[in-house]
């Protein structure tokens, strides 16, 4: 008991302060070589109001450039991974993702729209935003038109919501500019934070800040109701109430972060599994702990985007090739998290 209890205390120890570790250690990563000093001088001079001698491009590089990018990934993948966990548990399917219900697709075909019509960056976000939360809210309309399982109709919906959009996408990238147009849709749709501000980031803040605080709210209902609708309805909880206040609250926080970063796989799916093996299955721990394994993914994939070619790498790709032989072991390991 007394080891447990020490092995308890240690993981979230880690997954409290590795978080802030690499928020910092990102800093120093770039194309703008700057040392620890300066960026605890450039941070904490701006918040404390004192003067230092460094120069004006130190505090753009790292208050203009580099901390609303790294504060995006944090808040991108956190968003993923806990959205991805809550989706797992409401439908007791370990191969679940954000996107199950269409909402990555809608959102990129609001964003190919936008860069179809030349649009900035907001209106590519906002439309991103809203055809995302539209997508899921058709998935929905289609589950409830249906008799029988609800939320099997509401799986296969997005799927088929999702192949519609994506044909969309498509019919957009097929119109597009081939020498202008089609390369800045291509780049979105792989994902990238290349483009991210403070404006962009603080845009999101509202319903990244709704989601998260309703499902560490809900989460110990979901544990009953990841046993079973039977179960749970012998608890007390009303199932119906509590599914469609989960999807809208994971679907706030997919469409918010796809809105920033574009379309980013395996994160929302491999994750949570990753946090299972460090706290086991228990919800109450599991979202916290998606939350910051999440941030702490994405902050290390978006740091070796940045740096480990002369062109960065698009952050789609990096997560593929990360997270998909990671499940592939998982899959042969033959993983019981769910038991």
Not at 73 to 79: D, L
Not at 168 to 197: Q, R
Request: charged share 10%; proline share 5%.
């Amino acid at each position: 008991m007394q080891r447990s209890k020490i092995k308890n205390i240690s993981v979230i120890s880690m997954l409290i302060i590795l978080p802030v570790i690499l928020f910092l250690l990102s800093f120093l990563i770039g194309r703008y070589p700057i040392s620890p000093l300066d960026v605890i001088l450039a941070l904490s001079s701006a918040v404390f109001h004192f003067d230092t001698n460094l120069p004006s491009s130190i505090y753009t590089v790292v208050w203009d450039i580099r901390l609303p990018r790294i504060v995006a990934a944090m808040i991108v993948g956190a968003a993923l991974s806990i959205s991805g966990a809550s989706f797992q548990g409401i439908f007791r399917n370990p191969l679940v993702s954000p996107d199950i219900l269409g909402v990555s697709a809608g959102a990129g075909f609001g964003a190919a729209l936008a860069i179809l019509f030349s649009q900035g960056s907001l209106i590519i976000q906002i439309m991103a935003f809203l055809t995302g939360l539209t997508a899921v809210s058709i998935t929905y309309s289609i589950s409830k038109s249906f008799r029988g399982n609800t939320t099997l109709m509401m799986v296969l919906g997005g799927i088929a919501i999702a192949a519609l959009f994506t044909a969309f996408t498509s019919c957009i990238k097929y119109v597009a500019d081939p020498y202008s147009k089609l390369p800045e849709i291509t780049f979105w749709l792989m994902g990238s934070l290349a483009t991210v501000n403070a404006s962009s980031v603080i845009t999101i803040l509202i319903p990244i800040f709704l989601g998260f605080t309703i499902l560490l709210l809900v989460r110990w209902r979901i544990n009953a109701l990841s046993i079973g609708d039977e179960e749970a309805r012998s608890l007390g909880v009303n199932t119906d109430n509590l599914r469609i206040i989960v999807i809208l609250s994971c679907t706030l926080l997919t469409a918010s972060a796809v809105s920033v970063s574009g379309i980013i796989g395996w994160v929302g799916l491999v994750i949570p599994h990753i946090a299972r093996i460090f706290v086991g299955p228990d919800h109450k721990i599991l979202l916290p702990a998606s939350i910051s394994l999440g941030a702490v993914f994405l902050l290390l994939v978006d740091g070796v985007c940045r740096t480990a070619a002369p062109v960065e790498i698009p952050l789609g790709i990096l997560t593929a090739i990360v997270g998909a032989p990671f499940f592939i072991y998982l899959l042969h390991k033959g993983y019981e998290g769910w038991s």
